[in-house]
């Protein structure tokens, strides 16, 4: 099974931009679905964005679409997202996932999580 490391999270303020990055162990990265989710305080986990295997298709929902980018290394075994115009209500912890589906309905596995945090 996939293992995941995000890094990249940290303090910003509002209209900056931060990027993500997932390391992923393993030889099989290339054939996961990869995406985003993230869980502010005291709100459910919500998906952020997720990428096919080859990298062709992307996915996001209008919360952060025009705003965040998804893309992959396959080579380098590592996952990014790109976040642009960060709004407060950005804020949040911030996990990779591997699995199935294009908005990954079948999570395989999750990282630890990294938080961003967007200030006013």
């Known amino acids: 099974q996939v293992q995941l490391q995000e890094s990249g999270g940290g303090l910003v303020q509002a209209g900056g931009s931060l990027r993500l990055s997932c390391a992923a162990s393993?030889?099989?990265?290339?054939?996961?679905?990869m995406g985003w989710f993230r869980q502010a305080s005291g709100k459910e986990r919500e998906f952020v964005a997720s990428i096919t295997g080859s990298g062709v298709g992307t996915f996001y929902p209008d919360s952060v679409k025009g705003r965040f980018t998804i893309s992959r290394d396959n080579a380098k075994n590592t996952l990014y997202l790109q976040m642009n115009s960060l709004k407060p209500e950005d804020t949040a912890v911030y996990y990779c996932a591997a699995g199935t589906g294009y908005v990954l309905s079948t999570v395989d596995a999750w990282g630890q999580g990294t938080l961003v945090t967007v200030s006013s």
């Open positions: 393993g030889r099989t990265f290339s054939s996961y679905v």
